[in-house]
T-cell receptor, first 116, second 117 residues
Framework: EAGVVQSPRYKIIEKKQPVAFWCNPI?????LYWYRQNLGQGPELLIR????????DSQLPKDRFSAERLKGVDSTLKIQPAELGDSAVYLC??????????????FGPGTRLLVL | AQTVTQSQPEMSVQEAETVTLSCTYD???????LFWYKQPPSRQMILVIR??????QNATENRFSVNFQKAAKSFSLKISDSQLGDAAMYFC??????????????FGTGTRLKVLA
């Protein structure tokens, strides 16, 4: 079974440029999460999807960040324009669904973003 | 607000020995989940073990076990018979039990574990 796929793995851009990250969750997983992990820190949840609905985006900086999950499968996270402080690793995770609160999240390898 | 604290930025253990990683948390909720995640240098994070707060029995998964002290809000991870493949960042995480709407899923800052041959 394929795991969570993310692309690109690395991205270097100049500040004020746009950038997009793509995530393909494990087949059959209804819940999808986007996290941001700053250097030396734990992941911070940005947004959570249940199927195609964003049910928790309270931590998403909406002035410059946007996300979508068309058809409830793949998801894209966008930053426009990027700032120096956006340099981080962006992790995508998926899980079967929110029937059980303690269910396992499966993480992708992440996209490492460097903003110059 | 809920918080998760890992006070050990780095730990070392000799191969085949036992090591304990510490985690404390703060919450006003009575029911929640606690997790330990492992993040190897390749950065793909995987679940090591989970504990449901309403269960008094400590969770175990092969060489990994936890010491869950609910009153003290402590959740430590013990790794027995340490192996070279255990070297990684270990994150403690807290999740409230709400299954709808906004909920908290909070990670600690991590402990880097080195395993010495």
């Amino acid at each position: 079974e394929a795991g969570v796929v993310q692309s690109p793995r690395y991205k270097i851009i100049e500040k004020k440029q746009p950038v997009a990250f793509w995530c393909n969750p494990i087949s059959g997983h209804n819940t999808l999460y986007w996290y941001r992990q700053n250097l030396g820190q734990g992941p911070e949840l940005l947004i959570r999807y249940e199927n195609e609905e964003a049910v928790d985006d309270s931590q998403l900086p909406k002035d410059r960040f946007s996300a979508e999950r068309l058809k409830g499968v793949d998801s894209t996270l966008k930053i426009q324009p990027a700032e120096l402080g956006d340099s981080a690793v962006y992790l995508c995770a998926s899980s079967l669904g929110m029937v059980r609160a303690g269910e396992t999240q499966y993480f992708g390898p992440g996209t490492r973003l460097l903003v110059l | 607000a809920q918080t998760v604290t890992q006070s050990q930025p780095e730990m070392s253990v000799q191969e085949a020995e036992t090591v304990t990683l510490s985690c404390t948390y703060d919450t006003s909720e009575s029911d929640y989940y606690l997790f330990w995640y492992k993040q190897p240098p390749s950065r793909q994070m995987i679940l090591v073990i989970r504990q449901e707060a309403y269960k008094q029995q400590n969770a175990t998964e092969n060489r990994f076990s936890v010491n869950f002290q609910k009153a003290a809000k402590s959740f430590s991870l013990k790794i027995s018979d340490s192996q070279l493949g255990d070297a990684a960042m270990y994150f403690c995480a807290y999740r409230s039990t709400s299954t709808s709407g906004t909920y908290k899923y909070i990670f600690g800052t991590g402990t880097r574990l080195k395993v010495l041959a």
